[in-house]
């Protein structure tokens, strides 16, 4: 009898400006597994946003504090998984399986900032979370992660691609689903950290708009590009020659200090816009695949994807259209990595995080039900 599992997953991405989460329905198990999206909801973060962002952007802070933003994070993340879980009329889960908050990324190290007890307390039932830290150990960049869940969820008969256009754009190349055995296919996936995306995008409309971000790239579409600062920008958002996966010191904030005082906001936020889209677009029509799925924020932004779909020789498509919101995405697939870390699977592909061990050590840090205590109300005090 085919096996059933209802699994949370919870997304807080470098872009900090909300908290995903997202309910599958796992039929199956290990490589044979489907997944449906039976739910999904974001929130804000509210004042914990400027507090993430601080950590993130290395201000010094006492332990007390980091100590603090962690548990405030496990309550928030406790709170919407409930919510979540009763307006979609779901008694339990299975399993949740969170990301947390990356507040520094430098493979060897890297920080998912998070206390997952609050969501093992609230949801009584087993919790995964750190799961970049076994890939880490072992060598590689512990990013990305998601292509073995891109491979579950969007596989097809032709080679396809799939892109993130998060506070980093990372791709997941696929092969084609063909006569191969899953094994096979699965060690053919390949997948990279592209260049900063909606970090710098969002970076440019808090400094030149005061906005958290360009809603729809509407400012951005009303510009014009600068020729020499796209030049200087293009340049810096060339992938890495040594293939490092972005984190802390990637995101380019000098070049929008620097081109603040002699451009317009709206030339700014377009010439940003066209610069990252034609980076990303460039990394596309160099892959040669037949089409690619774009998720997350910047998906919304209407230049950015214009500017993508200029440069790349693929159609291009946005992943709402195949059944998954843009905005849930990732936390979907952090659901799918969950159930495959519980199955047992090493989740990172050696040849995507450049990882040269094949060791297998189990994937993430577990809080299991049976060890969580029985309350029922949550302290936020």
């Not at 949740?96 to 060897?108: D, E, N």
């Not at 890297?110 to 039932?125: E, G, K, M, Y």
């Not at 076994?134 to 990305?144: F, K, S, T």
């Amino acid at each position: 009898m085919q096996r059933t599992r209802l699994v949370l997953g919870a997304m807080t991405g470098t872009s900090i400006d909300g908290i995903d989460l997202a309910v599958a329905r796992i039929d199956g198990a290990g490589l044979a597994m489907r997944a449906t999206l039976l739910a999904e909801r974001s929130a804000p973060l509210g004042p914990l946003a400027e507090r993430l962002r601080a950590a993130a952007n290395q201000h010094p802070m006492p332990a007390s504090e980091f100590a603090a933003i962690a548990r405030d994070l496990g309550v928030l993340h406790a709170r919407e998984s409930v919510e979540l879980l009763r307006s979609a009329g779901i008694a339990r889960v299975d399993l949740a399986a969170l990301h947390g908050q990356t507040v520094f990324h430098r493979p060897p190290e890297s920080w998912q900032l998070l206390n997952a007890h609050p969501v093992a307390l609230a949801l009584q039932c087993d919790v995964v979370f750190d799961l970049r830290g076994a890939d880490l150990a072992l060598g590689g960049q512990g990013a990305p992660l998601t292509p073995l869940a891109d491979w579950i969820l969007f596989r097809t008969a032709h080679p396809r691609a799939i892109i993130n256009l998060g506070g980093f754009a990372n791709a997941t190349f696929l092969p084609a689903d063909d006569d191969r055995t899953h094994t096979q296919q699965v060690a053919a996936i390949r997948g990279a950290d592209l260049c900063a995306c909606n970090q710098l995008l969002d970076h440019a409309a808090r400094r030149v708009i005061d906005k958290p971000y360009d809603s729809g790239g509407a400012v951005a579409a009303s510009g014009t590009r600068n020729d020499a600062a796209f030049a200087e920008l293009r340049a810096l958002l060339a992938p890495r020659a040594d293939g490092r996966s972005l984190g802390t010191g990637d995101e380019f904030f000098a070049w929008v200090d620097r081109y603040t005082p002699h451009l317009t906001p709206a030339d700014l936020l377009a010439t940003a816009a066209d610069a990252t889209g034609e980076a990303i677009g460039s990394a596309l029509r160099a892959s040669g695949v037949h089409d690619a799925i774009v998720a997350g924020g910047g998906a919304r932004h209407g230049r950015l994807c214009a500017a993508i779909a200029s440069t790349a020789n693929c159609k291009v498509i946005a992943s709402s259209d195949l059944g998954v919101p843009v905005s849930c995405r990732e936390a979907l697939e952090w659901a799918i990595l969950g159930a495959l870390a519980a199955d047992g699977l090493d989740i990172a592909l050696p040849a995507v995080t450049q990882r040269a061990s094949t060791g297998l050590i189990p994937s993430g840090t577990w809080i299991r039900a049976s060890a969580a205590n029985s309350p029922t109300t949550l302290n936020t005090t």
